[in-house]
């Protein structure tokens, strides 16, 4: 068979010593994988209710993707946010019909996976080290557990809540499947590894090339068989014949809709074809450096995800991962090794040509390979010296005190290296990461509170969310999905409902230096009540500011200067506000527009701003300046006006350098966009242009 015929032959006869250590792992498997499981899920569940301490933009949105599944939309592929395969909404969608919706149920979600994944990599290793010397075996297995269970690197990501934390759980269970047919040539196994490769495809676009591993695999057996027999045919037919059946949804979506199956490749790849091929080349030598160093040397900046510049791997499991590398190195023409060479460059690749994210991110689904390339550097020396010891055991009392001193030394240094690599992760994640002031607004803690609040308010009741977009995840996702929430930004503008006798109003106002929401709703809606939200310790300051305006209040708001215009009775202007009448060439005015909607769910329509000046006769009108955007800078599009409001929205324009002296007309009206179609007014004569009045340039 596979394992047995074609492995590496042992250095060392198996002795008296090496065998009492093998069979206390092999009696006592059972009992050591599970204390290592437990003391792994406790790394991954351990205040997990409150770290990490937010959602961020992409774990908030499997969150939404589970209650649109839970709604009974059942996607193959999720087109929002670039593309994403769809099996750990899923998941989410499973786990919050007991914890119900939030961030708690994301974030357990991902922590169960990485559990998993502690066992499975105990399973690919013990199908990989069969064939080696017995300690090997015997420990090898247990140690790439081990390693699994205690990583700073594993334990990070299966806190966060993304779907990436699936890679390394398919990756060991496809290869624990697959060599175990190698090995028996059971057509279970590889019905099983076929299966399991097709759904891997459901998980993260790095599952794209878990294909070329299990080929690989096929091709190293081969190899090593010096043949290629029917049987090794049809094994390969029933693999990659099931795993084409499981993908086949997903592969008719991925045909009928390619450009949004590949986006996030697309968006992700460094390769930039305006670039020359030699710049693109140098662009990939670097990110493929960076990527490199990530297990050992430097890793990734972002604090979101890690101590900014940390390694993958401590110092004592990078010298492990050395020594594995060059044992495998060393015997690369037994097909484990080569295979573990393979599984760890391959799985590096997405790494080497992406940005945009997380370095340790993207090489995940190398991380088994990793853990059982420790275990050998750990195992194999061990493995040297028990067979040292035992042949030196009759030698002379000198030579047997020097040995007892070796052997008792290397498993001192390999005890105390791994109890430190758990200590660490434990110090590093919990104690250094995890009490970062800053990290809850890496992972936008804000948001979540904006939209805890917001959750708690009658469905239908206005809200009305300033500066930050309600179409956050992480807003949608707390807020319950309110039906009745719209975003304004309120350093530049104001929604004013006008007199709603139906329901209250309440605003959610977000803190800063220039957001005046507040202080003008004070003025303007004197009836209002104020709450303060959650203090953020960061800054000392709260998270938001509630202003509720009781239902049937209307707001006390006039322009200085009235200026009625209609656009087909769909938006009316009601005047306006100029901080004053004589400029420099160079300065910018400040113009305060007060519209309001006429009808309820409008097109969207761009709204300009220009200063016109007269030429010469026979000539274009001079344009001294032009503002042309969505109200309130593109934070407030008119199809989210309501009939009856008041939309106050505050411009800055600036006048032309060379623009001459003169009496200059200030114009504003609304387009459609793309077709560049103004909006008609009720005045035929206008052509859709209000003149709000004159300013004189000096």
């Not at 493995?383 to 030196?392: H, K, N």
């Amino acid at each position: 068979m596979f394992g047995s015929q074609y492995s590496i032959p042992d250095l060392c006869p198996q002795t008296m010593l090496s065998q009492r250590m093998s069979n206390l792992a092999r009696t006592n498997k059972f009992w050591f994988l599970l204390g290592i499981t437990i003391a792994g899920a406790f790394m991954r569940l351990h205040q997990l209710d409150s770290l990490p301490p937010g959602d961020g933009y992409d774990a908030a949105q499997y969150g939404l993707d589970a209650l649109q599944i839970l709604d009974g939309k059942y996607p193959i592929f999720l087109a929002t946010n670039f593309g994403r395969e769809v099996l750990f909404s899923y998941l989410v969608a499973f786990v919050y019909l007991f914890s119900g919706p939030g961030t708690f149920g994301i974030h357990f979600s991902s922590a169960i996976i990485g559990i998993l994944t502690i066992p499975a990599v105990f399973l690919a290793a013990r199908e990989l080290l069969v064939g080696e010397q017995e300690l090997v075996r015997s420990w090898g297995p247990l140690l790439a557990a081990l390693v699994t269970a205690v990583s700073y690197w594993h334990i990070n990501w299966s806190r966060v809540g993304l779907r990436v934390i699936w890679i390394p759980l398919f990756a060991s269970l496809i290869v624990a499947s697959l060599w175990r047919g190698l090995r028996t040539g059971s057509r279970a196994a590889f019905a099983t590894s076929g299966l399991l490769l097709g759904l891997s495809l459901y998980t993260y676009q790095a599952a794209r090339l878990l294909p070329l591993l299990v080929l690989f695999a096929f091709v190293v057996s081969i190899i090593a068989r010096r043949s290629l027999s029917r049987r090794t045919v049809e094994e390969m037919l029933l693999t990659f014949g099931l795993a084409l059946l499981v993908f086949a949804p997903l592969g008719l979506y991925a045909w009928r809709n390619p450009d949004v199956f590949n986006d996030r490749v697309r968006q992700a790849t460094l390769v930039d074809r305006s670039e020359s091929i030699r710049e693109q080349a140098q662009i990939m030598l670097d990110q493929s450096r960076t990527a490199l160093r990530m297990y050992m040397v430097e890793g990734d900046n972002e604090p979101q995800f890690t101590i900014p510049g940390r390694p993958s791997l401590n110092p004592f499991l990078s010298l492990a991962f050395l020594a594995g590398i060059l044992i495998a190195l060393w015997r690369w023409k037994g097909p484990v090794y080569a295979f573990l060479l393979f599984w760890l460059l391959l799985l590096t690749v997405p790494a080497m040509v992406a940005g945009q994210a997380a370095t340790a991110k993207r090489a995940l689904g190398a991380f088994p390979a990793v853990a059982i390339l420790i275990a050998v550097g750990l195992t194999v020396p061990w493995q040297q010296l028990l067979a040292f010891a035992d042949r030196t055991e009759s030698s002379p009392s000198l030579v047997s005190h020097w040995r007892n001193w070796l052997l008792a030394g290397y498993g001192i240094v390999v005890t105390l290296g791994l109890v430190w690599t758990a200590v660490t992760s434990y110090r590093d994640y919990f104690l250094r990461w995890g009490l970062d002031p800053g990290l809850p607004a890496h992972f936008q803690a804000d948001h979540s509170e904006v939209g805890r609040y917001i959750g708690q308010l009658p469905p239908e009741e206005t809200v009305l969310v300033s500066p930050f977009p309600v179409s956050h995840p992480a807003i949608q996702l707390h807020a319950r999905r309110h039906p009745n929430m719209r975003s304004y930004d309120g350093h530049f503008c104001l929604i004013l409902p006008v007199g709603d006798d139906l329901s209250d109003t309440t605003y959610v106002i977000v803190p800063g230096p220039q957001e005046l929401s507040l202080e003008r709703l004070q003025q303007v809606y004197r009836e209002g009540q104020v709450l303060r939200g959650p203090l953020r310790t960061d800054i000392n300051a709260p998270y938001y500011w509630s202003y509720r305006v009781p239902a049937g209040t209307a707001p006390d708001v006039k322009s200085e200067i009235t200026a009625e215009f209609n656009w087909d009775n769909k938006i009316m202007l009601l005047g306006y506000d100029l901080d004053r009448d004589t400029y420099q060439a160079g300065e910018k005015l400040t113009l305060t527009l007060y519209y309001q909607a006429l009808e309820d769910n409008m097109s969207g329509y761009t709204a300009f701003v220009h200063l016109v000046g007269d030429s010469d006769p026979g000539s274009e009108p001079i344009l001294a300046g032009q503002i042309d955007s969505e109200p309130c800078r593109s934070a407030l599009d008119t199809n989210q006006w309501r009939a009856g409001e008041i939309i106050v929205d505050a411009i800055s324009l600036q006048i032309a350098e060379d623009a001459r002296p003169g009496e200059y007309r200030l114009l504003t009206g609304f387009y459609s966009w793309p077709d560049l179609q103004r909006l008609p007014s009720m005045d035929i004569e206008s052509d859709g242009e209000a003149v709000l009045g004159t300013i004189y340039v000096e």
